[in-house]
């Protein structure tokens, strides 16, 4: 997922697509990260099905406020749907980005 607020998102775009993202099914919004009413979030949870992987270029791109993000993550998780940030180098397909994910969520 790229998002875009007055900026290119070309640089997001390549290199998801260079982490094998299908580009039919990249989705795109062009408002602040913090605004609840971002229709390509809403097209990307509505879209993953169990067994898909969500990928972000940067976590920030998925959301902005740390309490939704991680509601994001819990939700993606409970649905069976895998996440991988990129930036951040984290996969929950991974031990290490499990832990990671598992500890995040206990912490709050």
């Known amino acids: 997922m790229a998002k875009c607020a007055c900026q290119n998102t070309d640089f997001q775009?390549?290199?998801?697509?260079?982490a094998g993202v299908d580009p039919?099914?990249?989705?795109?919004?062009?408002a602040s990260?913090?605004?609840?009413?971002?229709t390509g979030l809403a097209r990307t949870l509505e879209f993953v099905r169990p067994g898909d992987m969500?990928?972000?270029?940067?976590?920030?791109r998925?959301?902005?406020s740390l309490s939704h993000?991680?509601?994001?993550?819990?939700?993606?998780?409970?649905n069976r749907v895998a996440f991988r940030s990129l930036t951040e180098n984290l996969d929950t397909t991974t031990p290490s980005g499990e832990f990671l994910r598992s500890r995040s969520m206990s912490a709050l």
């Open 13 to 18: 775009r390549d290199a998801l697509l260079a």
């Open 24 to 30: 039919r099914q990249l989705f795109e919004d062009h």
């Open 33 to 38: 990260g913090a605004k609840d009413d971002r």
């Open 54 to 60: 969500l990928i972000v270029w940067k976590l920030d």
């Open 62 to 64: 998925l959301d902005r």
């Open 69 to 78: 993000l991680l509601a994001i993550v819990i939700s993606l998780k409970d």
